[in-house]
């Protein structure tokens, strides 16, 4: 029975669509994005090219390749983010794909308080 809810629970997260975020994050990635045109989605990013990464709260995950930001709207959990908690990846290879976790970790305690599911990564580049 447990490993059955186990299942549809995670059925239903990866069901789940990406919402628009907050009119404040909405603001802040419209900010952080001027001046760029989105390209198409990608699945996967390659982590050796990222030079850091910035969450707008309960909107997105931005990946910054230097001229490429790659925008990321969680498909789940990302509501659940706290103030204190961290951003923690594993891949078991050098790219970042939608279908990768991304745990949550509280700052004090080390403790592992949640995970986002990951969505498309959106490229967006300078306009000519």
């Known amino acids: 029975m447990r490993k059955t809810a186990t299942l549809l ?3 239903l997260l990866l069901a789940a ?4 975020g907050t009119p404040e ?3 802040k990635l419209a900010e952080a994005l001027e001046g760029r045109v989105a390209g198409e989605p990608v699945d996967c990013i390659n982590l050796r090219n990222v030079r850091s990464s910035k969450v707008i709260r309960d909107t997105a995950i931005i990946y910054d390749s230097g001229s490429t930001l790659y ?12 103030k204190s908690d961290v951003l923690v990846t594993r891949t078991l290879s050098s790219p970042l794909c939608d279908v990768d976790v991304v745990y949550l970790r509280d700052r004090g305690t080390n ?16 306009a000519d």
């Open 111 to 126: 403790m592992q308080t949640g995970f986002v599911l990951l969505g498309d990564f959106i490229p967006y580049r300078r």
């Open 9 to 11: 629970l995670g059925s």
């Open 25 to 27: 994050g909405e603001a």
């Open 71 to 82: 925008v990321n709207r969680p498909a789940a959990g990302a509501e659940s983010r706290d």
């Open 17 to 20: 669509p990406a919402t628009a």
